[in-house]
């Protein structure tokens, strides 16, 4: 009798439909002509986020500028909402007024919501700025660049 009450719990739960979802594999990086994001795994340093099995998980960005002098920089972070069309914004929301080749931004242990498919980095950034007649200076040319990382079942 105990061994057939131990084989029904066993089938029962071999049988049910497992629903656990991984992590987003990292490290993982993606590249364009001016940038490389990686994601990457969370620190270790407990003063920083730790995951929540089940509400959220960690993971820590790098970004890289691969060519030269660019301006006012900015870096932000999305995530998908389950069942819309909407991203919402995540921590890493970074800036700087100027980056050279080789720079890099890093941001340790941003939180996740656990179920997220797809993380969304923005980049904008100008180019040299533009000296006008009357002496002035103004923002040179925006740019804009999109980085996705889809979840992996």
């Given at each position: ?5 131990l ?7 071999a049988?049910?439909?497992?629903q656990?979802?991984?992590e987003?594999?990292?490290p993982?990086?993606?590249e ?6 990686e ?7 407990k ?31 999305f ?17 700087s ?24 980095f ?14 002035k ?17």
């Amino acid at each position: 009798m105990k061994k057939l009450i131990l084989v029904v719990l066993f089938l029962s739960t071999a049988l049910l439909p497992i629903q656990a979802r991984a992590e987003f594999k990292v490290p993982v990086s993606k590249e364009t002509g001016q940038w490389k994001v990686e994601l990457l795994a969370p620190s270790n340093n407990k003063d920083l986020a730790q995951g929540d099995k089940g509400k959220y998980e960690v993971y820590s960005l790098l970004v890289t500028n691969k060519r030269g002098k660019v301006y006012n920089v900015h870096v932000g972070a999305f995530r998908d909402e389950q069942g819309t069309s909407k991203m919402s914004g995540l921590a890493p929301q970074m800036k700087s007024d100027e980056i050279v080749k080789g720079q890099t931004f890093s941001f340790e242990n941003f939180p996740v919501k656990t179920g997220t498919n797809k993380l969304e980095f923005v980049i904008t950034w100008n180019d040299d700025p533009i000296k006008l007649m009357d002496g002035k200076k103004v923002s040179g040319r925006p740019f804009k660049e999109t980085v996705v990382f889809d979840h992996i079942n």
